[in-house]
């Protein structure tokens, strides 16, 4: 039951049509897994928590540095040299203090990926690198939860929704390994992209509208343009090819 709080609280997305105090509800027994507090962790965590999602877990294993400030809204010019999530858990609270937030200072591995995520509804892709979203991915696939895919290059950025067995996954989409080390970002960028994996999981936990799944968005903010490229499930892939044969 939502509280006299919440529901003033969140008054202005409850009357959305379709998505009532049932669908609020829903946003409140939600447990999100968030991979990153970094350019993407900041805006999606951010607007998760907004919007009344019930529990959050954040994860990540690095420290504050002056060069994040372009872009990691959630950490500021106090925070350097802090613990990247000990400073988002204390903003992500401050912003609203009925969410229970989770801070886990680790590195996601293929040992501890499956543990980490185990119990949780929906998995954020705030990474910054292919091997870990690899792992994230099969971790999802194999455990049934869907992910939440964000990335960033520049002024340039993308986004897809993957939903288990029933849609392409990152696999399918990226095979092979994409160049890694510093790349260039400029804040706007993460915030539309996180944005956007923000709304793809509300609207997976409230059920309504249509998701971004068999389709990468690609954000191009120099030319303002949003180009859609379709996607196929691959019967051949690596992490999901057995899923898709099974249904
Ligand atoms: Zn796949």
Not at 129 to 153: C, D, Q, S, W
């Amino acid at each position: 039951m939502l509280t006299r709080y919440e529901l003033e609280r969140y008054d202005r997305q409850i009357i959305i049509s379709g998505f009532g105090k049932e669908g609020q509800e829903k946003l409140k027994q939600a447990k999100v897994f968030i991979a990153g507090a970094g350019g993407l962790g900041c805006p999606v965590s951010m607007y998760l928590i907004a919007a009344g999602a019930g529990m959050i877990r954040i994860i990540d294993h690095e420290k504050v540095e002056l060069s994040n400030l372009n872009r990691q809204v959630l950490h500021w010019s106090e925070d350097i040299a802090r613990i990247k999530v000990d400073s988002a858990a204390e903003k992500l609270n401050r912003l609203n203090q009925e969410i229970k937030i989770e801070a886990i200072k680790e590195m996601i591995t293929e040992a501890n990926v499956s543990q980490l995520v185990a119990g949780f509804d929906l998995i954020i892709d705030a990474m910054d690198n292919l091997p870990t979203r690899y792992l994230l991915n099969k971790a999802a696939l194999e455990m049934n939860i869907p992910l939440f895919h964000g990335a960033v290059y520049g002024f340039e950025g993308r986004a897809m929704t993957i939903i288990p067995g029933k849609t392409a996954c990152l696999m399918c989409v990226y095979k092979g390994a994409i160049a890694e080390g510093k790349f260039p970002v400029i804040g706007v960028t993460p915030a539309v992209i996180g944005c956007i994996q923000a709304a793809e999981a509300i609207k997976y936990i409230v059920g309504i509208g249509k998701l971004l799944t068999n389709r990468l968005l690609v954000y191009d903010g120099l030319n303002m343009k949003f180009i859609e490229l379709k996607v196929k499930k691959d019967p051949n892939c690596e992490h999901c090819g057995h899923l898709v044969k099974k249904c």
